[in-house]
């Protein structure tokens, strides 16, 4: 099982931006489609975007479409997660996930997880 890591949280005003990152230590994120999960407190772990494992194909949920940008770096075995024009409805413990080759909406598809990373828009 992948072991995944994310960093990039923390507090910024609204309108702001942050970048997450995604890495696996060991193993390449080349083969896999990588998600972006987030979950306020109170609420459903939800989808905020994915990238397919060659990178050809990316999904945002509405909410998020053209304020987040998902790429990835397969030199630094890396996934991004661009975030701009912040608000704080985008408050949230921020999550990447992994499954094999295509993207998936649900987080049951996905079968690594990494820890998460809290993000914190406020002023």
């Known amino acids: 099982q992948l072991q995944l890591v994310e960093s990039g949280g923390g507090l910024v005003q609204p309108g702001g931006s942050l970048r997450l990152s995604c890495t696996a230590s060991?193993?390449?994120?080349?083969?896999?489609?990588i998600g972006w999960f987030r979950q306020a407190p109170g609420k459903e772990r939800e989808g905020v975007s994915c990238?397919?494992?060659?990178?050809?194909?990316?999904n945002y949920a509405g909410s998020v479409k053209g304020r987040f940008t998902v790429s990835r770096d397969g030199v630094q075995n890396m996934v991004y997660l661009q975030m701009n024009s912040l608000k704080p409805d985008d408050t949230a413990v921020y999550y990447c996930a992994a499954r094999m080759i295509r993207c998936s909406a649900l987080a049951g598809d996905f079968a690594s997880w990494g820890q998460g990373t809290q993000v914190t828009v406020s002023s």
């Open positions: 060991g193993f390449t994120l080349d083969l896999y489609a």
């Open positions: 990238i397919s494992s060659i990178g050809t194909s990316t």
